[in-house]
């Protein structure tokens, strides 16, 4: 069993900055991909962002290229995004999760979702 919990959601004005956190406990979080997924009231859950377990491989869905970066810690099972030039549309409950599956886009192949952490982007 791997535990997420989310941390660093918060309002913030458009085009401003937030970086969201997840730290990992429980079984061994290394050689987990993570990813970054955010679900809008009565929108499905969307992919945003993942790295390999590794960190040498990033994806990014392409609304959040060039704003947002994800990046990993083994050391301190953490993954990060950090998200810049916020919009209004970037407002969800952003979750993180962890697979052990190459298929980084598709919620379904991930084991472990966080509570998920609200961020709200005013205009």
């Known amino acids: 069993q791997v535990q997420l919990v989310e941390s660093g959601g918060g309002l913030v004005q458009a085009g401003g900055s937030l970086r969201l956190s997840c730290v990992a406990s429980?079984?061994?979080?290394?050689?987990?991909?993570m990813g970054w997924f955010r679900q809008a009231p009565g929108k499905e859950r969307d992919f945003v962002a993942a790295?390999?377990?590794?960190?040498?491989?990033?994806y990014y869905t392409s609304s959040v290229k060039g704003r947002f970066t994800i990046s990993i810690d083994n050391a301190k099972k953490s993954v990060y995004l950090q998200m810049n030039s916020l919009k209004p549309e970037d407002t969800a409950v952003y979750y993180c999760?962890?697979?052990?599956?190459?298929?980084?886009?598709?919620?379904?192949?991930?084991?472990?979702w966080g509570q998920g952490t609200q961020v709200t982007v005013s205009s």
């Open positions: 429980g079984r061994t979080f290394s050689y987990y991909n």
């Open positions: 790295t390999s377990w590794s960190g040498d491989r990033t």
């Open positions: 999760a962890a697979t052990r599956s190459p298929l980084y886009s598709d919620k379904n192949s991930y084991n472990y």
